[in-house]
């Protein structure tokens, strides 16, 4: 049985509650969640924290997934939220330990690579849009699901999904556009 087939079989075994299965479902989501969640935070150690966060948000939430759209497509969505989370969080804590100074904006090449400085900033354009569109094109341009997955696992027609695309796309480019002037 391929992989995405017995992972999608362990996921609806532990939304009935088998403990078993989630046991080995989150071993095997594992390397996948801490990839996803590093391709949105500037650190391993910020991934890390995500990824132990997602982890933790599906072993609770696992009852929910009702198998609507595939299990990976889920994860993901529940993946990438839980990494903006926890950026909003670290970002606060950061705010609370430096005394209320601000972030350096943008932040200062010498210090920070230019990958995770556009991933800082990208993170922040994020925040700065609405939450529907924030979701929406997170799952399309960072984690790569397909328009037609989006729309299965938001419960919305495609046309409405492509449209908070497009949307979300123009106000992310006018933020990091004005970030750069």
Not at 1 to 22: F, Q, V
Not at 138 to 156: F, Q, W
């Amino acid at each position: 049985m391929p992989l995405a087939e017995g992972i999608d079989d362990l996921a609806r075994s532990a939304a009935r509650g088998d403990p078993g299965a989630l046991d080995v479902l989150l071993a095997a989501v594992r390397p996948e969640v801490l990839r996803l969640c590093a391709r949105l935070l500037p650190s391993r150690e910020d991934a890390e924290e995500a990824c132990q966060d997602a982890l933790l948000a599906l072993a609770r939430g696992i009852t929910r997934f009702e198998g609507r759209s595939s299990f990976h497509t889920w994860l993901y969505q529940l993946t990438a939220n839980r990494a903006r989370s926890t950026y909003r969080v670290l970002r606060r804590r950061w705010m609370v330990e430096a005394g209320g100074v601000p972030l350096p904006d943008p932040p200062d090449p010498r210090r920070t690579s230019v990958v995770a400085g556009t991933r800082l900033d990208l993170l922040d354009a994020l925040d700065s849009v609405r939450p529907e569109l924030a979701e929406a094109v997170t799952l399309r341009d960072i984690l790569g699901l397909s328009y037609r997955e989006i729309a299965a696992l938001l419960d919305l027609p495609e046309g409405t999904v492509k449209s908070r695309i497009h949307v979300a796309r123009q106000q992310l480019r006018q933020r990091l556009a004005g970030d750069r002037t």
